[in-house]
């Protein structure tokens, strides 16, 4: 039997894949391939806004799944929808890297030292105001393209083309895709939670499956189906899993889209599941921000603790401050 794994064709999504597929050949003992898929985000330019979101990264990988083409496909779990996909299951989410935004600036620059009006460059309406809440005088710029390609809009960084065209004075990425190809050389700080709150997901993986063929739900042990699911589970980091959960379940709260100004990062600490959350106006000047804790170390207690925080949001008015429905 050989997995085949579905992934976007871009560098970092191929990196990511390839690491995974590497993983669960070696806990499965059967042989993988990589299945290129082209999505709607990766031919399409403009706004990720206008565009659908960053759920148009994805329909094409579970378009693919469910006809077939491929048995498994590796998505950045901030990249998925918060509704569920009928006859798929999010099989494992294995254990988070660095959950961080950073900040790549010309001269080795810290966000606090970029001169008045300094371009900054990315295409998350979450980044943008939370920058503009810190710095209100920073020029956001909206870019797209790949993580070499913003880069490349800095001048000087290690590893930049020599025709890259370096006009602006920082981009913001995030830490988990710069480990995995092996640019975090290229980062001049990194950007603690309580200055910028992560996207609900972020630093994480999503691997995704049929239904049928997820741990659980697959025939025996010794079947095809039966050995992928053993390796999928064993790729499973709890931790992760409750911590995306509790982050996801406050966007599907909200209503909010995967292009909403909204932030969140859980993680447990001992007996205790600990999640904070921001929503911010998309130009910086009004920002909610709340934080709670559950000893629910369950999938439905991570869930609940999402929601309790959304609520206090809503609460304090975050419906008000925010186009919560961007996609």
């Known amino acids: 039997m050989t997995v085949r794994i579905g992934t976007r064709a871009s560098k970092l999504a191929l990196t990511q894949t390839q690491q995974t597929a590497d993983q669960l050949s070696a806990v499965g003992g059967f042989p993988v391939e990589l299945v290129r898929i082209t999505t709607e985000g990766d031919v399409k330019t403009g706004s990720l806004s206008q565009m659908g979101g960053t759920g148009v990264f994805v329909a094409a990988l579970r378009d693919a799944l469910l006809q077939n083409t491929c048995d498994v496909a590796v998505h950045s779990l901030k990249d998925l929808p918060t509704g569920s996909a009928l006859g798929l299951t999010i099989a494992a989410t294995p254990k988070r890297v660095d959950v961080r935004d950073v900040l790549c600036a010309r001269?080795?620059?810290?966000?606090?030292?970029?001169?008045?009006?300094?371009?900054?460059?990315?295409?998350?309406?979450?980044?943008a105001a939370q920058l503009l809440a810190v710095r209100p005088d920073l020029n956001v710029q909206d870019i797209r393209g790949n993580v070499d390609t913003r880069l490349g809009r800095v001048p000087g960084l290690p590893g930049n083309a020599p025709d890259a065209p370096g006009d602006l004075d920082a981009v913001v990425l995030a830490a988990a895709g710069l480990e995995r190809i092996g640019r975090l050389d290229t980062v001049s700080e990194f950007l603690e939670t309580d200055v910028m709150l992560p996207a609900p997901g972020q630093g994480s993986l999503a691997i995704e499956c049929r239904t049928a063929d997820a741990p659980g739900g697959a025939g025996s042990a010794a079947s095809p189906q039966g050995v992928l699911a053993q390796a999928l589970a064993a790729l499973n980091d709890v931790?992760?899993?409750?911590?995306?959960?509790?982050?996801?379940?406050?966007?599907?709260?909200?209503?909010?889209?995967?292009?909403?100004?909204?932030?969140?990062?859980?993680?447990?600490?001992?007996?205790?599941?600990?999640?904070e959350a921001v929503v911010c106006a998309v130009d910086g000047t009004r920002t909610v921000r709340e934080k709670k804790a559950t000893d629910g170390l369950t999938e439905i207690g991570a869930t609940l603790l999402g929601i309790e925080v959304a609520e206090l949001l809503l609460a304090a008015g975050a419906a008000e401050i925010a186009d919560l429905a961007a996609s």
Do not use: H, I, N, W
């Open 107 to 127: 001269d080795g620059l810290k966000l606090a030292d970029l001169p008045q009006g300094a371009k900054v460059g990315t295409g998350s309406p979450r980044r």
């Open 239 to 275: 931790d992760t899993r409750l911590a995306v959960t509790a982050e996801r379940a406050v966007l599907a709260r909200l209503e909010a889209g995967c292009a909403a100004p909204v932030g969140a990062f859980a993680y447990r600490k001992g007996s205790m599941l600990y999640l």
